[in-house]
T-cell receptor, first 112, second 110 residues
Framework: DVKVTQSSRYLVKRTGEKVFLECVQDMDHENMFWYRQDPGLGLRLIYFSYDVKMKEKGDIPEGYSVSREKKERFSLILESASTNQTSMYLC???????????FGEGSRLTVL | GQNIDQPTEMTATEGAIVQINCTYQTSGFNGLFWYQQHAGEAPTFLSYNVLDGLEEKGRFSSFLSRSKGYSYLLLKELQMKDSASYLCAVRGYNNNDMRFGAGTRLTVKP
């Protein structure tokens, strides 16, 4: 079974802190994605990566950056957390060609 | 740009049939996906359409009309465990991005 693991299920941070959200997949998938999910807005694409060291902006990249140094790991970075970044963050991976996404359990971030 | 629309909420009765619609307007299209998400859990893949027509998989079927920018997910013989959110998603031309609608929360009542 494909396993996508997100490092933290729940985080509470303060405004201005730097936040790292880590995601690891164990199926040698080329594509990895970061989404945020908010009530009424659904899943919104922040960034995706189709190869090591490659990244593409999604629909809402402002305030976020990403890192993909190894194929299995895709990190989301909030350089200076703000309260409007309080959300559920979902990582996903897929094979090249993108037939289906496999999601992690999610990281619920609260910024105070 | 991307615009993917689906109803916010639907209610149906156990044993019945329900159809969840999705319309999309996207700058590129290379496939439409449906995912199921139970409360507090990650989305899981249900179905995939890239050509027009109906794809059937057990109690679930999905239909696509590319010319109309329209899809639906059909759930038959509803069970209580089908209460969940159903997410419509469109894959872009470059095969490397997938964008989602806001989801339809389905409640199945006895």
């Amino acid at each position: 079974d494909v396993k996508v693991t997100q490092s933290s299920r729940y985080l509470v941070k303060r405004t201005g802190e730097k936040v790292f959200l880590e995601c690891v997949q164990d199926m040698d998938h080329e594509n990895m994605f970061w989404y945020r999910q908010d009530p009424g807005l659904g899943l919104r694409l922040i960034y995706f990566s189709y190869d090591v060291k490659m990244k593409e902006k999604g629909d809402i990249p402002e305030g976020y950056s990403v890192s993909r140094e190894k194929k299995e790991r895709f990190s989301l970075i909030l350089e200076s957390a703000s309260t409007n970044q309080t959300s559920m963050y979902l990582c996903a991976s897929s094979l090249k060609g993108l037939r289906e996404l496999f999601f992690g359990e999610g990281s619920r971030l609260t910024v105070l | 740009g991307q615009n993917i629309d689906q109803p916010t909420e639907m209610t149906a009765t156990e044993g019945a049939i329900v159809q969840i619609n999705c319309t999309y307007q996207t700058s590129g299209f290379n496939g439409l996906f449906w995912y199921q998400q139970h409360a507090g859990e990650a989305p899981t893949f249900l179905s995939y359409n890239v050509l027009d027509g109906l794809e059937e998989k057990g109690r679930f079927s999905s239909f696509l009309s590319r010319s109309k920018g329209y899809s639906y997910l059909l759930l038959k013989e509803l069970q209580m465990k089908d209460s969940a959110s159903y997410l419509c998603a469109v894959r872009g031309y470059n095969n490397n991005d997938m964008r989602f609608g806001a989801g339809t929360r389905l409640t199945v009542k006895p």
